[in-house]
């Protein structure tokens, strides 16, 4: 079992920059994918980015596909989601979430096992 958290959301101007942090509990952590997912008021949760367990893979939605980078350090039990030239149809609240049993990193979030609490994202025009 693992416990994630999310840390670094907040208000942004558009074209600004976050950087947000997904802290992960146990000793597994390398044993699962991370993705990250956002969910905006009003609208379905959708699918942002996941890694593989070692890091050498990526998944990218359309939307974010050079604006946002996710990386991780097994070492440290953590994920990162660092989002450049961000703008206003990004705001959301974002979650970290892992995935234990795919094969490869998957945008399906019914595939992922655990989920964070979430943390606000806003930008402002």
Not at 41 to 63: C, I, N, Q
């Amino acid at each position: 079992q693992v416990q994630l958290v999310e840390s670094g959301g907040g208000l942004v101007q558009a074209g600004g920059s976050l950087r947000l942090t997904c802290a992960a509990s146990g000793r597994t952590f390398s044993y699962y994918h991370m993705g990250w997912f956002r969910q905006a008021p009003g609208k379905e949760r959708e699918f942002v980015v996941a890694v593989s367990r070692s890091g050498d893979s990526t998944l990218y939605a359309e939307s974010v596909k050079g604006r946002f980078t996710i990386s991780r350090d097994n070492a440290k039990n953590t994920v990162y989601l660092q989002m450049n030239s961000l703008k206003p149809e990004d705001t959301a609240v974002y979650y970290c979430a892992a995935d234990r049993d795919s094969y490869f990193p998957t945008g399906r979030a019914n595939e992922y096992d655990y989920w964070g609490p979430g943390t606000q994202v806003t930008v402002s025009s």
